[in-house]
């Protein structure tokens, strides 16, 4: 376990690095001087130099890259170039929508798919199946920004049952916040219900088929007991698993989401941010959201370690 | 599975044959395939959505009831008439114009952005799993790197880096489905390595180049095939939402994802801006994933039965 752990670490510590030279690369590679954004439009060539001997931009690109790598691991993500705000601020504010949004998802996705995913593999080929599956590969194939132009139009201008845009922490006040939510979380939860019941239905109709099942409906066992005893918990093993490495999708979903919702979450921020050519916050940002999404990635796996002795020898 | 067992369901899956072999039975298998393929409803349907897609963006010039960038040829905002099917935007352009002519970006940055992917990740992932070493875990470890990258926050990224335009918009959306590529034909290229004919070839003193081109890639392409063609409804998503965000092709050109954006503003007195290009939208996105599972089904000899 502990061998298993460790290479796991090293692995995720790698990725980091990877993910750390592709955000630095990227953000090296964009048009235009840095310093002369930081600076704006007024400056004399005095501050100039010295910035950018400050920031290091007259060293070797390796150099540089240790300098931002410290930098960062030291938690500084540098200031707005818009408007000087620190970026850490920004970004750990629009982080906290951002997440609830995700977990408020997740919560509404499984509810839908867990039902659906067992229903259609224990009617195999019936019209349940026929029909939860139809309905998963639709929702899965809507675009999440259109989906959720049509569910403002449906519930907010054409009902008012739910308001169209605004976002409330649910730690300020928790049903007014559920009720603001309800639109983006279904708008992503149910994307994420039409991807984990398929899983869910080929995971399922996978275990039915081993053979300590057919032993046991050879003993006698009532069909429902059958799924519901023995196969469910294997079988939603790997499901867990899947739900887990779809954060980062969930993310990526999240940017779209948020706009169309006016969620000042993560996605609008950096979109925000680009338009603006605010490139400290892009940077920031980004970088963030995928540490978050890798770090998650590891959390799942070890604990599908710890759920599945199985796989442990690796 | 429920059907009933054909002589295909009673053979093991066939491993993978040289090329000479594969010419032999060409015809046949093919044939089979097919056969395989028509049975399954939800591929024929989403074939059939995909020509239907590929015709509408070939003759668009012959379709389209409008020119697609006239403004005030109807008037504003209004919903589906006779003369305009799917009504108009706030420009008085006709809207089934645009969503045909929409069709033509739709389709080229799917499919040219995958086809780039493909290239770019197939080459590294046969170099990486034929030569292995250090090139292996070089390429495998920046491959980890992309993948963590939701495809959307690395399209947007490449966006601020590039600017706009279509090309651009196909580059962005490429680079996120290169480490895909790269990693299932890696993990077939591990597998095949090991088959005595490939032993043979080496033995028979063909170069390395050219035991990957003419012995390895052939035997790895079905999973590759399947993967580009699942691939194409998430490219044309992604495209969908960069226009969607501002950052696709500029205006006026007509796509689908600034088409929503643009009936945002409108969703209230005409709804049918948004919606009607968001319709055209999810319909080939659903075609895309069912021919795409069925290629899956029906290619990927791991998943045949």
């Known amino acids: 376990m502990l061998r298993c752990f460790l290479s796991r670490f090293g692995q995720t510590l790698a990725v980091l690095f990877t993910v750390s030279v592709i955000i630095f690369a990227l953000m090296r590679l964009i048009p235009g001087d840095p310093i002369m954004m930081i600076l704006g439009d007024d400056f004399t060539q005095d501050a100039y130099q010295k910035l950018r001997a400050k920031l290091g931009f007259d060293r070797s690109i390796v150099i540089q890259y240790l300098i931002w790598l410290e930098a960062i691991l030291r938690g500084d993500f540098g200031d707005s170039y818009l408007n000087h705000e620190q970026v850490n601020r920004l970004v750990w504010e629009a982080f906290q929508p951002t997440l609830t949004l995700v977990v408020a998802s997740m919560i509404v996705g499984v509810l839908i798919a867990v039902p659906s995913g067992i229903v259609a593999a224990m009617r195999k080929d019936s019209a349940w199946d026929w029909g939860s599956m139809g309905f998963a590969i639709f929702v899965y194939s809507m675009p999440g920004f259109w989906k959720g132009i049509v569910l403002i139009w449906i519930f907010s201008v054409y009902l008012g049952w739910f308001p169209a845009v605004g976002y409330v922490a649910p730690w300020q006040d928790f049903w007014n916040s559920m009720w603001r939510l309800a639109l983006p979380a279904v708008t992503l939860g149910t994307f994420f219900s039409g991807l984990v019941a398929r899983i869910i239905r080929s995971s399922l109709l996978e275990v039915l088929d081993l053979d300590y099942i057919k032993a046991a409906r050879a003993r006698g066992v009532r069909r429902a007991a059958l799924v519901y005893r023995h196969a469910l918990a294997n079988a939603l093993i790997p499901v867990v698993t899947v739900i887990g490495l779809q954060f980062g999708t969930l993310l990526g979903g999240a940017v779209l989401t948020e706009t169309v919702f006016g969620i000042p979450g993560m996605g609008r921020l950096t979109v925000a941010a680009i338009l603006n050519r605010d490139y400290a916050v892009v940077q920031g940002a980004i970088l963030v959201g995928v540490f978050a999404i890798v770090v998650v990635n590891l959390a799942v796996d070890l604990t599908y370690a710890f759920l599945n002795p199985r796989i442990r020898v690796t | ?305």
């Open chain 2, 1 to 305: 599975m429920a059907q009933p067992l054909t002589v295909d369901d009673a053979l093991p899956a066939p491993a993978p044959s040289s090329g000479e072999v594969a010419e032999a039975r060409g015809p046949s298998s093919t044939r089979r395939w097919w056969r395989r393929f028509a049975r399954n409803r939800g591929a024929v349907f989403g074939l059939a959505v995909f020509l239907a897609v590929v015709v509408m963006a070939i003759f668009a010039n012959v379709l389209a009831p409008y020119d697609p960038l006239a403004q005030g040829v109807g008037p504003a905002n209004q919903g589906p008439t006779w003369s305009h099917w799917a009504g108009t935007d706030s420009f008085g352009r006709d809207m089934l114009s645009r969503i045909i002519y929409g069709a033509r970006i739709a389709l080229i940055v799917g499919i040219v952005s995958v086809l780039l992917a493909m290239a770019i990740g197939v080459t590294l992932g046969l170099v990486a799993g034929y030569y292995g070493g250090w090139m292996d875990v070089l390429i495998m470890r920046v491959m980890d790197g992309l993948f963590a990258f939701p495809i959307i926050i690395l399209a947007i990224a490449m966006m601020a880096v590039m600017g706009f335009g279509v090309k651009n918009v196909i580059i962005a959306v490429a680079v996120g489905f290169i480490a895909p590529f790269a990693r299932v034909t890696r993990a077939d290229v591990l597998a095949v390595k090991e088959e005595p004919y490939i032993e043979a070839a080496r033995l028979a003193g063909v170069t390395r180049p050219a035991i990957i081109a003419r012995h390895v890639l052939p035997n790895v392409l079905a999973p590759i095939i399947v993967q580009a063609a699942l691939r194409v409804s998430g490219a044309i998503i992604t495209e969908s939402g960069l226009s969607f965000l501002g950052l696709g092709p500029p205006p006026p050109t007509p796509v689908w994802g600034s088409m929503i954006a643009e009936g945002r503003n409108f969703i209230v007195m005409a709804p049918h801006i948004s919606t009607i290009p968001g319709i055209a939208l999810m319909v080939t996105i659903v075609g895309l994933n069912l021919l795409g599972d069925g290629l899956r089904d029906t290619l990927d000899p791991r998943l045949r039965r």
